[in-house]
């Protein structure tokens, strides 16, 4: 399962690259605001920067702020030339499931955000996204099972033989990452914390501590 970071920091991006886990990125327009662009040019500058923090053959999700139809395949078009690796993200509704549409026909990789259902995936599948975001923390904040969405979007995929990835999205604690894991799909994206939690075990801490602690009470009696 791959590691994509859901950020458009580039500390955090040149971090989890260190680390060794960075696979892809993901961002959308509250991500980019918080960076403190203020143009346009700045907003597809950082992007190219993200892109060349990451290296060759590694996805970064660029996400419209267009509604409409002809200005979504407008801006896609323009996100999508800025850079290989730049991957067009587009909500999952009826101006969005057109304009992936007219992407696909054309060789341009999409990725289909703000999936909270089944109906929602197959729509995305059929029109030939690259992928799906399905949003599992979301989900769960409203009582939903996210995880098994998830696992209900993978079964219909595996079954029809959709060729859209998976991109488990709204990644909420270290449960989701290892659930989503056993689940088999193609990736997660989260903030670089998440990702940390997996390090998080008392007996290792308690270990580290025992290790040191005995090792200067040698040095002390040298």
Known sequence: MKFFLDTANLREINEAKSMGFLDGITTNPTLISKENLFHKEEIENHYISICKIIGNNKSVSAEVISTKYEDILKEGMKLSSLHKNIVVKIPATR???????????????????????????????????????????RLDDISYNGIKLIQEIKYIYDEYNFHTKIIAASIR????????????????????????????????????KKFIEDYKKKINLT
């Open 95 to 137: 101006d969005g499931i057109k304009s992936i549409n007219f992407f696909h026909e054309r060789g341009v990789s999409t990725n289909c955000t703000l999936v909270f259902s089944i109906g929602q995936s197959i729509l995305a599948a059929k029109a030939g996204a690259t992928y799906i975001s399905p949003f599992l923390g």
């Open 173 to 208: 604690n270290s449960i989701h990452i290892l659930e989503c894991s056993k689940s088999r799909i193609f990736a997660i994206t989260s903030p670089i914390n998440i990702y940390y939690s997996l390090l998080n075990h008392p007996l290792t801490n308690k270990g580290l």
